[in-house]
C-alpha cells in the first residue's frame, strides 16, 4: 500500500508545506542492503561501563569512525552515540546521561542511532540498583520520541555479572548493538532487548550470516511472509516456503525467486509440524530455522464475534503454532542451535478495537515464547517473537482510510513499515550470533503510539 502522503512531503515542495504548517515529516529510513557499512561514521562511544571498549573495537573492525568525544568531531554530524551505562548502579550515575547524551544528540545526522547499554535489571536484586537500571528503560523510550529525522533509540541489557564481564557477555552485546546501529533495525525505536551470555557460534560472513542454513516460513505465497523469504535467502539460507493450496501460485513464485522449495500446506492440518520436518529434510537434508508468519485477521466487536470467526483466528494465529511444535521442538526436530521466531503483533500489546479474537491469540504469543525459549535453552535453540505495528501489506491496505493514516503518523518515525523491516529483524534473531537473544517479543512498529 503507498504512502501518498510520505512520498509528498519528500518532495521539495512537500517539504516545505510540512516545514510551514508543521505537519508531520516522516522521512526515507536507511534499510540494510548487502555491503552496505554498517551506519554512517562517525559514532561516539561514551560511558564508563564494561563494554565501552569491545563496541569500541567492533566499530573499527566494521570500518566505522568512532570519537570519544564531540571535541574530536569538529563541525559534522554523528551517524550514532553508544552510550554504555551497564555500571549503573545509584540513581546519581544516571546524571551521565544527560551529561554525556544531551549534547551529542544535538548533533545527530538523518537516520542516526542511540544506543544505551545498560544492565538486565531483572537480574539484579538490590531495590537501588533495579531502579537505576530501570531509568534507562524510560529514558531511552522517551528520547526515541523526540528524535526526528529517521534517527532512532533503543535499549540493549547486557548480563549480571559476578566480576568481570565474560568474553561471551561483550560478543553477544555487540551482536545486538551491531543490530541496532544497523539498517537492519530502520524500523524498530524504543525497544529493550535483553541479552544473556549463552555460548554462540560467529556468523560465517557479514553478508551472508544465515549460509548453510535450512529454514521455512510460514504464509510466504504474499505479505510479510514473502519478504521473511527474500531476506533469509538474501541472508545465505535455503528456505522453504509454506502457504495454503488455494494460494499456491503466488507461493510458487516466491519459491523460485528465492530458489527454495514450495510446500502447500494449511498449518491448521493435524500433522503439519511432520510434514515441515520431512520436506526440509527429504528435499534439504535439515531444518534449523522456522519462522510461524501465517496469520489471519476476522474483526469483529465482540458483541457480533461469531463462532467462525473467533474459532478460524483461534486455529490459525495459536493452535496451529503449539500443534506443530510438538513436532518442530521434539526430539526428532529442530537440531541444536536451532532458531524459531513465532510472528505476534502490537494488538497483543495494546488491544484493538474490533480485534479480541486476534489480540488474544498475539498476546498468547508473547507467553508462548517466553516459556518456551528456557526449555529449549539446553539445546541452544532460540525462541523469539516479533510485534509488528502497522506494516504496509494487503492486511493493513484493508484498514479503514482514517484509522490507518494516523496508525501511520502517531509513531515516533510517523510512517509505516515495509515488510523487509519485520523481515530484517528475524534475519538478525535466526543468525548463530544471536543465541543470547531469546524468549523475547521484538516490537517492529517505529514506536508506535496507537499501540503503547
Ligand atoms: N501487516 C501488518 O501490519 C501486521 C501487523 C502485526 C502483525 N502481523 C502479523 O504478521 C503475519 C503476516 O501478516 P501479513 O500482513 O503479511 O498477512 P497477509 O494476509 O498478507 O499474509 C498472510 C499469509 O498467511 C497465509 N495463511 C493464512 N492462513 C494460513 C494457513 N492456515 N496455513 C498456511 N498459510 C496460511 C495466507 O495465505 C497469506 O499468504 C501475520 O501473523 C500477522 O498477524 C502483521
Same mark, same amino acid.
Given at each position: ?12 515542495? !512537500? ?156 560478543? $553477544? ?38 549460509? !548453510? ?16 523469504? %527474500? ?22 513464485? /516466491? ?39 501465517? !496469520? ?7 458483541? $457480533? ?19 506443530? $511444535? ?49 526449555? /529449549? ?30 496508525? %501511520? ?38 514506536? $508506535?503510539?496507537?499501540?503503547?
Amino acid at each position: 500500500m503507498a504512502d501518498q502522503y510520505s512520498d509528498f512531503i519528500n518532495t521539495p515542495f !512537500g517539504k516545505n508545506v510540512a516545514k510551514r504548517l508543521g505537519l508531520p515529516a516522516p522521512v526515507r529510513l536507511r534499510r540494510y542492503e548487502p555491503g552496505q557499512i554498517l551506519c554512517e561514521s562517525p559514532v561516539l562511544v561514551a560511558g564508563t561501563g564494561s563494554y565501552v571498549a569491545s563496541v569500541r573495537t567492533l566499530l573499527t573492525n566494521a570500518a566505522v569512525s568512532v570519537v570519544d568525544s564531540l571535541e574530536e568531531l569538529g563541525d559534522g554530524r554523528l551517524g550514532g552515540v553508544v552510550l554504555d551505562l551497564s555500571d549503573a548502579r545509584h540513581p546519581s550515575d544516571l546524571a551521565a546521561l544527560r551529561e554525556l547524551g544531551a549534547p551529542a544528540v544535538k548533533r545527530l545526522g538523518r537516520n542516526a542511532r542511540v544506543v544505551v547499554i545498560g544492565t538486565d535489571h531483572t537480574q539484579l536484586t538490590d531495590p537501588v540498583q533495579v531502579a537505576t537500571q530501570r531509568a534507562l528503560d524510560g529514558f531511552t523510550r522517551s528520547l526515541a520520541k523526540e528524535l526526528r529525522a529517521g534517527a532512532t533509540a533503543n535499549l540493549v541489557l547486557g548480563p549480571v555479572s559476578e566480576g568481570e564481564v565474560s568474553e561471551q557477555a561483550r560478543a $553477544n552485546v555487540g551482536e545486538a548493538v551491531r543490530f541496532f546501529l544497523s539498517g537492519r533495525s530502520a524500523f524498530v525505536d524504543g525497544q529493550p532487548v535483553r541479552v544473556s551470555s549463552a555460548a554462540a557460534q560467529a556468523n560465517p560472513s557479514v553478508d551472508r550470516p544465515l549460509d !548453510g542454513q535450512v529454514a521455512v516460513v510460514t504464509g510466504a505465497a504474499r505479505g510479510i511472509g514473502a519478504a521473511i523469504a %527474500r531476506t533469509l535467502h538474501r541472508d545465505g539460507a535455503t528456505v522453504v516456503c509454506v502457504d495454503v493450496p488455494a494460494a499456491g501460485e503466488a507461493l510458487a513464485q /516466491v519459491a523460485g525467486e528465492v530458489g527454495g522449495t514450495a510446500l502447500q500446506l494449511d498449518v491448521t492440518a493435524e500433522d503439519a509440524g511432520r510434514r515441515i520436518l520431512d520436506h526440509a529434510r527429504g528435499r534439504h537434508g535439515g531444518l534449523d530455522i522456522v519462522v510461524h508468519n501465517a !496469520g489471519i485477521t476476522r474483526d469483529k466487536l465482540f458483541v $457480533n464475534m461469531d463462532e467462525s470467526r473467533w474459532d478460524s483466528v483461534m486455529a490459525v494465529n495459536l493452535a496451529s503454532i503449539v500443534q506443530m $511444535n510438538e513436532a518442530l521442538l521434539g526430539p526428532d526436530g529442530l537440531g541444536d542451535g536451532g532458531r524459531m521466531v513465532c510472528l505476534s503483533s502490537q494488538s497483543g500489546f495494546a488491544g484493538n478495537r474490533g480485534q479480541t479474537n486476534y489480540s488474544a491469540t498475539k498476546a498468547a504469543i508473547i507467553g508462548l515464547v517466553g516459556a518456551l525459549a528456557p526449555q /529449549v535453552a539446553e539445546r541452544g535453540i532460540t525462541v523469539n517473537g516479533v510485534a509488528p505495528g502497522l506494516i504496509e501489506t494487503e492486511m493493513t491496505g484493508k484498514m479503514p482510510f482514517a484509522t490507518r493514516e494516523a496508525a %501511520r503518523r502517531l509513531s515516533s518515525l510517523q510512517q509505516g513499515g515495509l515488510p523487509v523491516d519485520v523481515a530484517d529483524t528475524i534475519a538478525w534473531l535466526v543468525q548463530p550470533a544471536s543465541a543470547g537473544v531469546t524468549g523475547q517479543v521484538v516490537r517492529v512498529c517505529g514506536q $508506535n503510539m496507537i499501540g503503547a
